[in-house]
């Protein structure tokens, strides 16, 4: 059936035009090979730092010199800002406008179609697009539909929700089978979750509303459901480039596939570096990339192995690196540059030292000539900051935090600070408040009353917990909020017991009732009890409540100073300012010098990505792409010792992926030792010592260990 109100059409050829443009001169001999290539499907494989958007952008005007006409190339990318760039690099290029391409990210192109065809869909074309505020609103509203009732169990939130569904599409695992993988929490409650999953879907449709994931999912039905639509189109677009497809899901592999067709006439070119496939968490399908040529047997595969940003030094430590994933495209990135110093590996006996060593080369740096904004730590997980962070503070050395707010500052940092703040003061109104919020059934109305009738009045922390107790209290409670509040009265309780060993009392609260509310409201919920458990470990270091909470004080002055739009913090004369970001956050960047810390076992590469099919690839796929990022200098370190729960510290193995590096590779930076107070050291054998202010092995020599015994913390994604 014709799209209504359109009729097909194919697009007039252009005569060939001369753009003046000396492909020869400007292109290396990878890159003149991809942009000059024919027809048919095409795969290159561009490594860190080729020259990616530059032979992506003279691909584009060469098609356009063949006489391809600018509405017959099809550019997808997977940011606006890659899309703006690659566009208005293109104009410059060839003195086309723009705008007369199609190009974009895969939902703004998809949202394009949708418009034009909407009613074959069966909505309007004015059809709404959700936010992700939007989003939470609506299945807020099919949880009330439902009328949940969540007893002494926490629901999951819409936001945890709304990341469940959106994962569900993207991968297309069966919901039962992703919530026992991922969220083993909510198997029980498993039919509700498909029932709001069914009341979503419809109450979009009733409200003529698709959300992000729509504009993907509709799009693939749009071409499969409608022959004469997608033949329009691979009439239309005689050309489509795909940017970071190793990035794609499913759905986007099949989109652009379903677009350009099959076989030898399918003028489709995808680019990207399989070594950089690190979204799997978001659905990201690595097949995507590695099976192309299988699902398009006329494949031509290219290589873009010239470096341009990095030293031959950093180049050799990735490209051995790399080396030990078997699943992979052969590829060997060379150096355009000249020598540089070798990469740093850093043994640091304590956290606290690995945080001084970032901080004072950062100075050192600094005092060299490099900016502040040339300089980036990096890590796996946000809770692995935590000692860099607070030495940076303490140095007064200005930094953003990129991809999240600074630690101490995050919510769920809050919260738990919070229940410490009451039990050191009973009459913290905001503390109060912030705690008596957190449990199920309270709001702000029964919030109020329970501080009028208890708040401001207790002398101490026993009265305190004492009243909350009492039947005068309880009978201000509502019906949903009883069942939890004697699990709630027994939690302070216990951190009250523990309140002269703050790591204790945190863990206490994370243990007894904080966890489950994490698990529940965020859908990064691995991430933040991580950092709770490593603010555990920070409060390791004080022997009393107070003792933590005027140190956190401190803190937060020092955060509160000098903060502007970006996020930075420090008294620096300039607007520079170091990065710290996680490795997800800072692909696709580079700086001129990069610190890569908390590089131990049980924390990189993560354990439960261990336990996946093809996690321990992907997880060094991540530690090269944070290699990668260095152009001149780069500092790899650990701490030999850690703090770990309840009084007791661990030593440490490095990371597999140090272990695995040639020793040829990389210098070995040795610390002065200096008097670091810390509990007892588990050892091998169980027993505890007193640590001696040096350690008494070698630690650049991993200790032996048997095979089932358990270090590290459990798994935090980003």
């Known amino acids: 059936m014709p799209t209504p109100g359109r009729r097909r059409f194919a697009l007039p050829q252009r005569a060939p035009v001369n753009l003046e443009i000396d492909f020869e001169k400007d292109l290396n001999g990878q890159q003149l090979a991809v942009a000059t290539c024919g027809d048919g499907p095409k795969l290159v494989i561009a490594g ?65 179609l949708l418009r034009r065809h909407a009613e074959l869909l069966g909505y309007n074309e004015n059809f709404s697009i959700l936010d992700e505020g939007d989003q939470r609103d609506l299945l807020r509203l099919c949880i009330t539909d439902l009328d949940v009732s969540v007893e002494r169990r926490r629901f999951p939130s819409p936001k945890v929700l709304a990341g469940l569904f959106s994962l569900q599409i993207n991968t297309r695992q069966p919901l039962e089978d992703l919530l026992a993988e991922r969220y083993a929490r909510f198997v029980d409650w498993s039919e509700i979750i498909h029932e709001i999953a069914e009341r979503y879907v419809a109450r979009k449709r009733a409200a003529n ?38 990035d794609t899901n499913i759905v986007q592999a099949e989109i652009v596939e379903a677009m350009a067709g099959q076989g030898q006439g399918a003028n489709l070119m995808v680019v990207g570096d399989d070594s950089q496939s690190i979204y799997a968490f978001r659905g990201a399908n690595y097949d995507n990339i590695l099976r192309f040529p299988e699902r398009n047997p006329a494949t031509e595969v290219f290589r873009l192995e010239t470096n341009y940003r990095s030293t031959p030094q950093i180049l050799d430590l990735t490209n051995a690196s790399i080396q030990h994933n078997e699943v992979k495209y052969e590829k060997t990135l060379r150096a355009e540059r000249t020598d540089g110093m070798p990469p740093a590996m850093v043994p640091c006996s304590y956290p606290q030292q690995e945080g ?43 930094y953003e935090v990129r991809g999240g707010l600074r630690f101490f500052e995050q919510a769920h940092i809050k919260d738990v600070v919070a229940h410490l703040r009451l039990l050191d003061n009973p009459r913290d109104e905001v503390a109060f408040r912030r705690v008596l919020l957190l449990q199920p059934g309270i709001g702000n109305v029964t919030a109020d009353r329970i501080w009028k009738a208890i708040g401001g009045h207790t002398v101490d922390a026993e009265a305190l917990v004492g009243a909350l107790d009492e039947k005068s209290v309880v009978d201000l409670l509502s019906a949903k909020a009883r069942p939890g509040w004697g699990s709630f009265v027994g939690t302070m309780g216990e951190v009250l017991a523990a309140r002269a060993d703050p790591q204790t009392a945190i863990l206490s609260i994370l243990e007894s009732c904080y966890e489950d509310y994490v698990v529940a409201k965020f859908d990064n919920s691995e991430s933040r009890i991580e950092d709770l458990q490593q603010l555990a470990v920070f409060a390791a270091q004080y022997d009393s409540l107070h003792g933590l909470l005027e140190e956190l004080l401190l803190l937060g002055e020092l955060y509160g100073r000098d903060v502007d739009r970006g996020g930075r913090r420090g008294d620096d004369d300039g607007d520079s300012a170091v ?42 796929r991540i530690f090269y792409v944070a290699m990668t990022r260095a152009r001149d200098e780069l500092y790899l370190s650990y701490p030999i010792i850690r703090p770990g729960g309840y009084g007791a510290s661990v030593v440490q193995r490095r990371s597999r992926f140090l272990q695995e590096l040639p020793d040829t590779s990389y210098e070995t930076w040795q610390l002065e030792e200096e008097v670091v107070e810390t509990p007892a050291v588990a050892t091998a054998s169980g027993a505890g010592r007193e640590a001696d202010t040096e350690p008494d092995f070698d630690p650049n020599v991993d200790p032996v260990w048997d095979d089932d015994e358990v270090l590290g913390e459990p798994w935090a994604g980003d």
């Open 209 to 246: 509303a698709m959300d992000y994931d729509d504009l993907l999912h509709r799009w693939l039905q749009l071409l499969q459901e409608n022959d004469e639509v997608r033949d329009r189109y691979r009439e239309q677009f005689a050309h489509i480039l795909v940017d970071e497809y190793q």
């Open 579 to 620: 990065v710290l970001s996680t490795i997800h956050q800072a692909k696709g960047l580079e700086w001129h010098s990069v610190f890569i810390i908390h590089l131990l076992e049980g924390f990189f590469p993560s354990p439960r990505a261990l336990d996946e099919a093809g996690g321990e690839e992907e997880e060094r």
């Open 48 to 112: 860190a730092g080729s020259g990616k958007t530059r032979t992506l952008t003279y691909r584009v005007a060469y098609l356009l010199q063949r006489g391809v006409p600018p509405a017959g190339i099809l550019l997808v990318t997977f940011t606006n800002k890659a899309a703006r760039e690659m566009l208005g690099r293109v104009g410059q290029l060839t003195r086309l406008e723009p705008y007369r391409m199609w190009g974009g990210t895969f939902h703004s192109v998809g949202a394009r």
């Open 356 to 398: 001084v060593f970032v901080a004072e080369r950062i100075l050192q740096l600094r005092d060299e000539g490099v900016d502040l904004d040339e300089i980036a730590v990096l890590y796996r997980a946000h809770a692995h900051r935590l000692s860099v962070e607070t030495t940076l503070l303490r140095y007064d050395i200005p």
